[in-house]
């Protein structure tokens, strides 16, 4: 039995139950299981090593690092795309980077 599958058997269902449970309740829910045993190591590149499934729930209330967590998890180990997003966060949140020490070095200085 492959890791997916005893994902699907053993697994799927109960997040799905508990990402409900919590979507109903208005509550922010992210569960990411990621399967091992595939032909190339899962944190390395190329992108498609990266196997796995997510069960999700994020409304508008959700915390930054819930959602940045997210963006790691669709990003699946490439920087450039996580910077991106999280950039994109930080505009459509209104968060202040101005500070940052390394987005000033990635992106330069901004006013």
């Known amino acids: 039995m492959t890791d997916e599958d005893f994902y699907v058997a053993n697994i799927k269902s109960e997040l799905d139950r508990l990402g409900k449970l919590c979507q109903e309740r208005g509550l922010p829910f992210l569960a990411h299981v990621q399967f091992q045993g595939t032909e190339e ?12 499934e997510t069960t999700r729930f994020l409304p508008d209330t959700t915390s930054l690092s819930l959602r940045w967590a997210w963006y790691a998890i ?6 450039d795309s996580f910077f991106f997003a999280v950039m994109r966060d930080a505009k459509e949140h209104v968060i202040d980077t101005t500070g940052s020490l390394v987005l000033s070095q990635v992106f330069g200085k901004r006013s």
């Open 41 to 52: 190591p899962i944190d390395e590149y190329p992108q498609g090593a990266y196997d796995g």
């Open 74 to 79: 669709q990003c699946k180990g490439n920087i």
